[in-house]
Antibody, heavy 118, light 107 residues
C-alpha cells in the first residue's frame, strides 16, 4: 500500500525557515517523481515543486523560486521541502504527492499545516 | 503558464442527477489533463488521468472527455458521497497548474 506521511509543519514567524519532510513507503521511491502541492485555508490547490527520481530534474513554481528548495534522499525514502524567507501568503496545508512512471500525480499524503504569522 | 478555468464555480444538484463540469485551458495541453476530487479535511483523490482514463478504484459513473483546450468531467448519477470539490490539473507544460475548482453541492 502506498503511504505518504508529511511532517515538519507548524507556526513560524515571517522571514523564518521551516523544513518539511515526507516519508514514503509501499512503492519504489527512487523510481518515482515527487511533488509538493499546497492549499491555503479555504482556497484551491497550488502546485509548488517537482523532483525526478534521480534528482536530475527539479522545477519550482515562480511563487517560491529562490526561497523554497525541494530535495530527496532515496536511501531514506524521504522527500523534503526547505522553506526560507517565509511570508504570510505561504500559510497553507502542504501535501506531498507521487507521480507514476507516466508522470501522473496519483497518491497524496494527508498534508502538514504551515502557519506564517507573528 | 497555462491557466485552467473551471466552470461553473458551484453546481447545485440532487442525488441521482447528472453532473457536468468543464475545464478550459489557455493553450493546448493535448490530453495531459487530470481530475481530482477533494472532500473537506481530506487530501485530493485522483479520478481521471490523461483526460479520459479512470484511476484505479474509481466508479464507472465518473467519466472524462476532451482534448486540446476543452475538457469535461461527467458524473452520470450523483451519489451522496460525490458532493465535493473537483479540480482539473494539467501536466503538459511546467509549471503544472490547477483550475480553481468546482464545488458540487446538494440542492
Amino acid at each position: 500500500e502506498v503511504q505518504l506521511v508529511e511532517s515538519g509543519g507548524g507556526l513560524v514567524q515571517p522571514g523564518g525557515s521551516l523544513r518539511l519532510s515526507c516519508a514514503a513507503s509501499g512503492f519504489s521511491f527512487s523510481n518515482s517523481g515527487m511533488n509538493w502541492v499546497r492549499q491555503a485555508p479555504g482556497k484551491g490547490l497550488e502546485w509548488v515543486a517537482y523532483i525526478s527520481g534521480s534528482s536530475g530534474f527539479i522545477y519550482h513554481a515562480d511563487s517560491v523560486k529562490g526561497r523554497f528548495s525541494i530535495s530527496r534522499d532515496n536511501a531514506k525514502n524521504s522527500l523534503y521541502l526547505q522553506m526560507n524567507s517565509l511570508r504570510a501568503e505561504d500559510t497553507a496545508v502542504y501535501y506531498c504527492a507521487r507521480d507514476t512512471s507516466g508522470y501522473v500525480t496519483d497518491y497524496w499524503g494527508q498534508g502538514t499545516l504551515v502557519t506564517v504569522s507573528s | 503558464e497555462i491557466v485552467l478555468t473551471q466552470s461553473p464555480a458551484t453546481l447545485s444538484l440532487s442525488p441521482g442527477e447528472r453532473a457536468t463540469l468543464s475545464c478550459r485551458a489557455s493553450q493546448n495541453v493535448n490530453s495531459q489533463l487530470a481530475w481530482f476530487q477533494q472532500k473537506p479535511g481530506q487530501a485530493p483523490r485522483l479520478l481521471i488521468y490523461d483526460a479520459t482514463n479512470r484511476a484505479i478504484g474509481i466508479p464507472a459513473r465518473f467519466s472524462g472527455s476532451g482534448s486540446g483546450t476543452d475538457f469535461t468531467l461527467t458524473i452520470s448519477s450523483l451519489e451522496p458521497e460525490d458532493f465535493a470539490v473537483y479540480y482539473c490539473q494539467q501536466r503538459s507544460k511546467w509549471p503544472r497548474t490547477f483550475g480553481q475548482g468546482t464545488k458540487v453541492e446538494i440542492k
